[in-house]
């Protein structure tokens, strides 16, 4: 069965500061993983994702994740946070882009 | 891109009454759609998929007698709350994905917010 696991409830940088939301995963066979983001009050935006392919990923909005199968990692990064990416984010994992199995969520400040 | 619309918003009614929820492919066509429940600062729930011309499949803990899904077209999913009780206040999100394309991403809509008061 796969899993998620996102490190790290809270995460707050200042704006112009690096971001960096850490997402790792448990699969028996290679995964699809998702970044997904979500602001108040509102369903999910995909950010971006893996399946095939390249392993660092570039989404939306200035961001991207690397996907590193020795780490089982796939954290998302931004090189500059800006105040509009303050929000929640969700990592989420499937084999095959049905049944998604989302993580706990990281929510994301950013102080000017 | 792909649109998922849902509606309503938001809905407040009292308890024991029943509250549908529609869930609708505007620009793409879904034989499968996706319910989750969102409780406050927490993750997505998957509830059931909901299978067009089909019965939806049901998670493991989630009542398909209390939560009725009817997909009667490749566009259109509906998610009724029957007798609706205030533990069952939460934030419902259905997603969809476009099957005529490889290796499509859920779309998500942008949730409705039930209060059973």
């Known amino acids: 069965a796969q899993s998620v696991t996102q490190l790290g409830s809270h995460v707050s940088v200042s704006e112009g500061a690096l971001v960096l939301l850490r997402c790792n995963y448990s699969?028996?066979?290679?995964?699809?993983l998702f970044w997904y983001v979500q602001y108040p009050n509102q369903g999910l935006q995909l950010l971006l994702k893996?399946?095939?392919?390249?392993?660092l990923v570039k989404g939306i909005n200035g961001f991207e994740a690397e996907f590193k199968k020795s780490e089982t990692s796939f954290h998302l990064t931004k090189p500059s946070a800006h105040m509009s990416d303050a929000a929640e984010y969700f990592c989420a994992v499937t084999l095959n882009t049905d049944k998604l199995i989302f993580g706990t969520g990281t929510r994301l400040q950013v102080f000017p | 891109g792909a649109v998922v619309s849902q509606h309503p918003s938001w809905v407040i009614c009292k308890s024991g009454t029943s509250v549908k929820i529609e869930c609708r492919s505007l620009d793409f066509q879904a034989t499968t759609m996706f319910w989750y429940r969102q409780f406050p600062k927490q993750s997505l729930m998957l509830m059931a998929t909901s299978n067009e011309g089909s019965k939806a499949t049901y998670e493991q803990g989630v009542e398909k007698d209390k939560f009725l899904i009817n997909h009667a077209s490749l566009t259109l999913s509906t998610l009724t709350v029957t007798s609706a009780h205030p533990e069952d206040s939460s934030f419902y999100i259905c997603s969809a994905r476009d099957q005529g394309r490889a290796n499509q991403p859920q779309h998500f809509g942008d949730g409705t917010r039930l209060s059973i008061l």
């Open positions: 699969s028996s066979v290679p995964p699809y």
């Open positions: 893996y399946t095939t392919g390249a392993t």
